[in-house]
């Protein structure tokens, strides 16, 4: 079957678009940007014996999360330089002897109007932390850290699959991400549960 | 091969369709929506350190408890504190949204005089020159705080007026100040006790005193029953929302409530139904019929009702004296699940609505409804948080319209949600005394200034808030009666000094007089009535559909009224 002239390039043009919104758009949607300090989970782990995510992102007395540790927990072990790695170097000499926070790039962090209480999630439903954060937890190395150039968002908040559709348990962590999971756990949040 | 128009459009035509089942039209338009919520000019929440503080919502004299989640030392969060034996947990709208008014685009920011912006100095001065020229009268719409004190000394110490704004609950309470001599804001309601409760217009279940007390009365004891331990039966023209929930709905013709108060208290008197005796009403239950639009078997049947199950009530949803007396008929004034006397100390008030005197200055505190407007020429300086941009000129809630009134001179800004350190003391229609204090939480980032530090700053003599508050606090140690509620319940007996009941106040928690279950029931509270109340039409029918307690909506407030069709609020408050 011979096609005629105008259907090849209808399906040209129609392959151009596809390819491009689906191959070149994502890459140029996300920035890459790289975390201040090269910190590894798992040597933190293996070296200091910190097993539980809980020891450095705490959950305060009164129910609030820590988050990621401030840098007076970062100073309590690296007041001075363990080690000669250049990330110990910007570490030490960066951000602990002059005494500024390290700028961490939350993969996760969500707009001023969500509230999200890791107590409820991890001691009321029992929920592991890798249900939501993967295997962050026991990295070699930081991820690159993507932002959305429109929004301003890291790309963890969609998730990695452009579509939505073949996406890992713990991707994405947009507002429907939230319903479908209470949904599953027929767990009733209502409006005010998040946005209060 | 030569590239034709024709080729340029079939490629357009594909690249389109490719298009539109690519990500990309679908993921702008979500990324943008985004994007449009962090506009520069759109207020963030700075991030830092969460913190949780416990407070008292001072938007309307309600006073429920409120936790605030501060972050970095900003409120970004209210919600209720379920400790609050009044409140239970429960608020309004407008308190879930109260942390966003302080950001409103209405919020006042600066003295305006007229059309022009001004300076505190130039108001200070012009106020003072007012005061020295003639009578001053100052109008207040949260009597009873500390502030309040500093703003009637002032009043009383110049020769001037101190005038209130008496809230509905408090308005359909008056006949029986009028019977009785006891201030109708020394009253309440004791909700807790009766059977029965027949509410002539009232929303009990609709914005009616404070959110969660009836609410939550409600939901334990009526809610979801065919026989529930309490009646509420609902005299009401329409199917409100509250008629719609009611175990009984008595639909009657609008404005004749006063005219089925006279046909039940007559089938109650006639029938023997009641033990009390009283003046027989001068209506026929054939009258009272045709009033209403209802049939004398249905009066007599919603009188037998009423008496059935006692102890019995009437709520009125205005200052309807025939209503006031079917409770007297009822023995439902100065009785447990009744109409009772909280407060010794209690004083009347001159309502703001009343005819004013001639006046040289009008100084409206900023708890002032948006909507009064005084009637007079007087210069006005009106204390505000928010522009609730123009009103309609005359008196509030719809009555007649007076050419006179005239809009502020002065606009003076005052400090919005939690700015400002106040007390709240007992709120309106309840059974027991109260009091909690309202910290400033927040520093205004504005320069303003509230109303009693206003006539502080003129007249330096005068106590200031703080002094009061912690007077009051020592006041309250000394008697050693009531309750502080807080996460533990402790007796004020069991304290060790006024410092720790002013220190658990200042954290917010909140002192009950007696507790619910056992009001205060004052033997000194009889309403005599000797004759049947002719004045049946009430002085002033209230729209609570239109009420509101602040002069702008918080956009998450805005959204819970419009979401749910609690409340349509008018355009311009809305903006």
């Known amino acids: ?196 | 091969m030569k590239v034709t128009r024709r080729d340029l459009l079939f490629w357009s035509a594909g690249a389109a369709a490719g298009l539109i089942v690519s990500p990309v039209p679908w993921k702008v338009l979500d990324d943008t929506s985004i994007w449009s919520q962090n506009w520069p000019w759109i207020p963030q929440p700075a991030r830092g350190p969460v913190d949780v503080k416990q407070s008292s919502c001072t938007l309307c004299p309600n006073g429920c408890s409120v936790r605030v989640r501060m972050a970095a030392g900003w409120p970004v969060g209210i919600s209720g504190v379920a400790t609050n034996p009044i409140s239970r947990g429960a608020l309004c709208p407008l308190g879930f949204g109260a942390h966003q008014l302080n950001w409103h685009p209405q919020r006042l920011r600066t003295v305006r005089h007229g059309l022009s912006t001004s300076t505190w100095d130039a108001a200070r001065a012009a106020f003072a020159k007012a005061c020295s020229e003639g009578p001053v009268m100052v109008v207040d719409g949260y009597p009873g705080r500390a502030a309040s004190h500093v703003l009637e000394t002032f009043a009383q110490k110049h020769g001037g007026q101190y005038r209130v704004i008496v809230g509905p609950e408090t308005r359909a309470l008056a006949p029986y100040e009028t019977m009785s001599g006891v201030p109708a804001s020394a009253l309440g309601y004791d909700l807790e006790h009766p059977q029965t409760i027949v509410s002539f217009g009232a929303p009990l279940l609709d914005g009616w005193g404070a959110p969660g007390r009836f609410t939550r009365l409600w939901a334990d004891r009526a809610a979801s029953s065919t026989d529930p331990q309490l009646r509420l039966i609902q005299v009401d023209p329409t199917l409100s929302r509250t008629a719609a929930r009611a175990w009984q709905w008595i639909p009657v013709k609008a404005g004749s409530e006063a005219a089925l108060a006279a046909g039940v208290a007559r089938v109650l008197l006639e029938e023997r139904l009641v033990p009390a005796r009283g003046p027989m009403p001068p209506m026929t239950l054939a009258e009272a019929a045709a009033q209403t639009g209802l049939t004398t078997d249905s009066i007599r049947d919603l009188a037998r009702t009423i008496a059935a199950r006692t102890p019995a009530v009437a709520i009125a949803n205005d200052d309807n004296p025939s209503i006031a007396a079917l409770n007297v008929i009822l023995g439902a004034v100065g009785t447990r699940g009744g109409i009772v006397r909280r407060s010794k100390a209690a004083k009347p008030y001159i309502s703001a609505d009343a005819p004013l005197p001639s006046l040289r200055a009008v100084l409206i505190d900023s708890s002032v409804p948006w909507d009064f407007t005084p009637q007079t020429d007087a210069e006005i300086f009106r204390f505000a948080a928010w522009d609730g941009g123009p009103t309609d000129g005359g008196p509030r809630n719809g009555a007649a319209s007076n050419a006179s009134s005239k809009p502020a001179d002065w606009l003076l800004p005052a400090p919005g949600f939690l700015e400002e350190l106040t007390d709240v003391p007992t709120a309106p229609a309840l059974p027991v005394e109260t009091y909690a204090v309202a910290v400033n939480l927040v520093k205004s980032p504005h320069q303003t200034h509230s109303t009693a530090g206003f006539v502080n700053s003129i007249d330096p003599a005068l106590p200031t808030t703080e002094t009061i508050i912690h007077t009051r606090c020592a006041d309250l140690f000394r008697e050693h009666s009531g309750t502080l509620h807080a996460q533990e319940t402790t007796p004020v007996a069991k304290l060790a000094s006024a410092q720790k009941l002013e220190e658990q106040l200042w954290k917010g928690a909140v002192w009950v007089g007696s507790e619910l279950a056992e009001p205060h029931r004052s033997a000194n509270f009889r309403c005599e009535l000797k004759e049947w109340p002719t004045a049946a039409a009430s002085s002033r029918s209230e729209n609570w559909l239109a009420a509101w307690p602040a002069p702008v909506l918080p956009p998450l407030a805005a959204k819970l009224y419009q979401d749910s069709s609690l409340r349509e609020p008018p355009a311009r408050r809305n903006s």
């Open chain 1, 1 to 196: 079957m011979k096609l005629s002239r105008p259907t090849l390039i209808f399906a040209f043009g129609l392959a151009v678009a596809l390819l491009a919104g689906w191959v070149a758009f994502p890459r140029v949607l996300y920035s890459k940007k790289h975390q201040p300090v090269e910190f590894r989970h798992q040597t933190h782990a293996e070296k200091s014996g910190i097993a539980d995510c809980a020891e450095c992102h705490a959950i305060r007395e009164d129910g609030s999360f820590a988050g990621i540790p401030a840098m007076e927990k970062c100073a309590s072990c690296h007041s001075d330089k363990i080690g000669t790695s250049p990330a110990e170097a910007t570490l030490v000499d960066d951000y602990i002897k002059p005494g500024h926070e390290t700028p961490w790039l939350v993969y996760s962090r969500q707009p001023a109007n969500v509230w999200f209480s890791h107590a409820i999630h991890v001691k009321r439903a029992g929920l592991a932390c890798t249900e939501c954060h993967s295997t962050d937890g026991q990295s070699d190395q930081l991820r690159v850290y993507q932002v959305n150039r429109i929004s301003g968002y890291s790309r963890d908040i969609w998730g990695h699959s452009i579509s939505r559709l073949r996406r890992a348990p713990h991707e994405g962590m947009k507002m429907s991400d939230c319903e479908d999971c209470h949904r599953r756990h027929h767990v009733d949040a209502g409006c005010l549960g998040c946005h209060q």
